[in-house]
């Protein structure tokens, strides 16, 4: 059993930034690869990013490549999103996951934990 906790959401303005946590407990590993989604009122659960157990290979979604950052900390076992340039069209519902494979994946049923979620908004 795995545990996921995010944190960092809140209200930013467009233009700004803002970084989520996801710490992991329970019987975590490493190995398994890590993903962020997100889910706005009305929409289907939304591909953000994804890494796997190197931190070097990730994957982002077309819509916040090059605005958003994946990245790990192993030893504090902690998921991170750094979030750039935010405008309205990034207000949803985040949320972590994990999944018992070391490649990443863009589906949501291919991950077996997830975090409850935490709220960012972005006003114009």
């Known amino acids: 059993q795995v545990q996921l906790v995010e944190s960092g959401g809140g209200l930013v303005q467009a233009g700004g930034s803002l970084r989520l946590s996801c710490a992991a407990s329970?019987?975590?590993?490493?190995?398994?690869?890590m993903a962020w989604f997100r889910q706005a009122p009305g929409k289907e659960r939304e591909f953000v990013a994804s890494?796997?157990?190197?931190?070097?290979?990730?994957n982002y979604g077309a819509s916040v490549k090059g605005r958003f950052t994946i990245s790990k900390d192993n030893a504090r076992n902690t998921l991170y999103l750094e979030m750039n340039r935010l405008t309205p069209e990034d207000t949803a519902v985040y949320y972590c996951?994990?999944?018992?494979?070391?490649?990443?994946?863009?589906?949501?049923?291919?991950?077996?934990?997830w975090g409850q979620g935490t709220q960012v908004t972005v006003s114009s």
């Open positions: 996951a994990t999944r018992r494979y070391t490649r990443g994946s863009v589906s949501p049923p291919d991950y077996d934990y």
């Open positions: 329970g019987r975590t590993a490493s190995s398994y690869a």
């Open positions: 890494i796997s157990w190197n931190p070097n290979y990730t």
